[in-house]
């Protein structure tokens, strides 16, 4: 399986974000190029992959996850992640752990 795929997880109780906006940008292009725009469901995941397996291919990739729309007084409006694919046949989960204070990301499976 190719592609990219996300989830947001609120680190401060335990539990996936519902309704939070994300968004993927190749950023090979100036200005970037917004590839997909939706938000989370009820499991903190996206109803489709941010990227389809039949559209992977190698490059510099951005998520932006809107985590102000999800928490009150939050350290950050946006939180940005700028990743590489190096190779388009493999699978590039990029999840974010969050709560209104933090923020992290790593590649999962």
Same mark, same amino acid.
């Given at each position: 399986?190719?592609?990219? %795929?996300?989830?947001?997880?609120?680190v %401060? #109780?335990?539990?996936? #974000?519902?309704?939070?906006?994300?968004?993927?940008?190749?950023?090979?292009?100036?200005p970037?190029?917004?590839?997909?725009?939706?938000?989370?469901?009820?499991?903190?995941?996206?109803?489709?992959? +941010?990227?389809?397996a039949?559209?992977?291919?190698?490059?510099?990739?951005?998520?932006?996850?809107?985590?102000?729309?999800?928490?009150?007084?939050?350290?950050s409006? +946006?939180?940005? #992640?700028?990743?590489?694919?190096?190779?388009?046949?493999?699978?590039?989960?990029?999840?974010?752990?969050?709560?209104?204070? %933090?923020?992290?990301?790593?590649?999962?499976?």
């Amino acid at each position: 399986m190719a592609g990219i %795929s996300t989830h947001v997880l609120d680190v %401060s #109780v335990g539990k996936p #974000v519902a309704g939070m906006r994300i968004e993927l940008f190749d950023m090979s292009t100036q200005p970037p190029k917004l590839i997909n725009r939706t938000q989370t469901n009820g499991d903190g995941r996206t109803d489709a992959p +941010m990227l389809p397996a039949a559209q992977a291919r190698t490059g510099e990739f951005e998520l932006r996850f809107w985590v102000a729309d999800h928490f009150q007084d939050a350290f950050s409006d +946006m939180v940005p #992640v700028r990743f590489t694919v190096a190779d388009a046949a493999q699978h590039y989960h990029v999840p974010l752990l969050c709560s209104p204070w %933090s923020f992290g990301t790593y590649r999962g499976s």
